[in-house]
Structures are given as C-alpha cells and as structure tokens.
C-alpha cells in the first residue's frame, strides 16, 4: 500500500488532526479447516454468503466417528457394572472383616479388586469423551457473524493430516472492518491500542477504535482502526485514518 502525502487538518481548539490514506480491509480474515482426518461429505456455504455463529459450514463422513463414540460407549457401560459388582464386594468383604470372619488378604485383594475397576472406568470414561471430541471436529462450523471470502474444499476432499491440513474455507468477520494505514513511527506518537480514532469513507466519519499497531519493513509501520460494516461500503475502498 503507497502511503501518500500526509495532510494536517485544523481541529476546534487550535489542536492538529492527522489524516492518514487508509484502505478497509476484512477483519479477522481466517482460513478454516477441520481437525480430524477423514473425506468431506458436505460443504453448505458459497463465497459471498452472511452466515451467523455457529452456522455449519462443512462436514467430514460422520459413519467412523459415530462408531467410535458407540464402541466406546458400549464398553463405558460394561466397566460401569464392573465398578459397581467391586464396590458391593469391597463393601461386603470390610463388613466380614469388621466382625473377624474375613482375612486381611481377603480385604486388600478386595480393595485392589476396587481401585482397578475405577481407573478402567475412569479410562472408558475418558475414550468417550475423546470419541465424541472427534465427533464434535468432524463438523466444521462458523466461529462468528462472517462473510465468506473463498471456498476450497469439496465433497470427497480427503483431510489426510492433522499437522497440515488442506484449508475448506476462508471467512472474516461480517460487522466490522480494518482500516488499514501505513506511517513512520514518528507519527505514531500518541497512538495507543484501544484509543479512539475516526474514519472518513465517502465523506461520511464512522467512528472506531485503534485494533493494532505492526512494524513493518523498512521501519515502517501498519496501523488498523476497526470500524462497524455499513451498507455500501466494501473491502479495498479508500478512506481516511484521522487520529487526534
């Protein structure tokens, strides 16, 4: 982006104003995948779509992930009735005990019996709850108000790694915009994260907060001012960073 030449703007009470060229940009750009390995089953949304929170953008065939949570469900149940059958002997072996007829052997053999009946069921507890993680993963949904910006993947698309996965979608957020200005950090002075800012986009001032501050080359710096989406406005249209 070409910084052009820096206009100073005479403000009410005889302070300076700084109008910066700025260009808006998408806020919380991000490129989406799933998690897990598996074969896309669907894609729901095209590029150029509003979609709110939580709106199901795409999912994995669930047939793999549906069993896992089943067979380790059936085998949670299994070990939730062991659990019980060494609780009711433990119980009843320190009655014996209590009234001399049962053997300490008896009693600590009983006990062991226990302890390992409840780290089974706390292991099948814990695969449950993994299976239905990777349940939950196998659907890819939107993590706030967006606009989708680009859709990559399609039905029969393999997510073969975790590590590097193949991107589906790529989306930003659908109320705000960055205004996105570069500057020397000379002109920074006084420019604090959170502080308010306005911008000026087709002669009308929206009103916004400073978003970040990043160096760049060259001793450069890029600074964004978040700002509310309004009708009419789109990503890449000239406006105005005017800081006080």
């Not at 100073?8 to 897990?36: C, E, F, I, M, Q």
């Not at 009711?88 to 009655?95: G, H, M, S, T």
């Not at 993947?153 to 790529?170: D, K, M």
């Not at 502080?195 to 060259?218: E, N």
Request: charge should be positive; glycine fraction near 6%.
């Amino acid at each position: 982006m070409m910084l052009r030449t820096l206009s100073l703007a005479l403000v009410a009470g005889n302070a300076l104003a700084l109008d910066l060229p700025a260009t808006l940009d998408w806020s919380g750009r991000v490129s989406l995948t799933l998690p897990v390995a598996g074969v896309i089953e669907q894609v729901n949304v095209q590029a150029g779509q509003t979609v709110k929170k939580d709106t199901l953008l795409a999912t994995l065939n669930p047939t793999l992930f549906k069993a896992g949570v089943a067979e380790t469900r059936a085998d949670l149940d299994r070990l939730i009735q062991e659990e019980a059958d060494a609780t009711r002997d433990l119980d009843r072996v320190k009655e014996l005990y209590a009234r001399t007829v049962s053997s300490t052997t008896e009693l600590d053999a009983a006990k062991l019996r226990h302890a390992r009946a409840q780290a089974g069921l706390a292991a099948a507890q814990a695969r449950v709850e993994k299976a239905r993680r990777l349940l939950a993963e196998s659907e890819l949904l939107a993590p706030f108000d967006a606009v989708i910006l680009a859709r990559y993947g399609e039905p029969g698309l393999v997510i073969t790694s975790p590590c590097q996965p193949a991107a589906v979608i790529s989306l930003a957020r659908a109320d705000e915009w960055l205004a996105r200005a570069t500057l020397d950090p000379a002109q920074m002075a006084g420019v604090r994260l959170g502080a308010d800012a306005s911008v000026v986009i087709a002669g009308q001032t929206v009103r916004g907060r400073v978003r970040a501050v990043t160096a760049l080359a060259a001793g450069r710096v890029l600074l964004d001012v978040a700002i509310p989406r309004s009708a009419g406005t789109y990503a890449g249209q000239a406006a105005s960073i005017r800081l006080p």
